[in-house]
């Protein structure tokens, strides 16, 4: 796991708002929630949804190529596995 805060340029004030009232403190977890939720976490930071594409483009050169690879895949909405007979 890579700690936001070894990021240079990654902003003080939002670094301190997701670490207190989110427990996003990696650069893996708000990388995964800036691509699923923009939305949420621009507004829970008090940033522009431009402003937190470059927080994400920035925070991406610091990922594995094998993380990012990842995060494309999309997100399925039910569990796949086995649905027994019901009696």
């Not at 936001?4 to 990388?31: V, W």
């Not at 923009?38 to 927080?55: I, P, W």
Request: glycine share 4%; no cysteine.
């Amino acid at each position: 796991m890579i700690p936001l805060e070894t990021i240079p340029s990654f902003p003080k004030k939002a670094l301190e708002t997701l670490k207190k009232n989110y427990g996003i403190d990696t650069a893996e977890s708000f990388y995964t929630h800036a691509i699923q939720d923009n939305v949420g976490l621009s507004q829970a930071l008090h940033l522009s949804e431009d402003r937190l594409e470059k927080l994400a483009s920035l925070v991406a050169q610091h990922l594995p190529e094998t993380f990012l690879e990842k995060t494309k895949r999309p997100l399925r909405k039910r569990p796949l596995g086995l649905i027994g007979k019901r009696n």
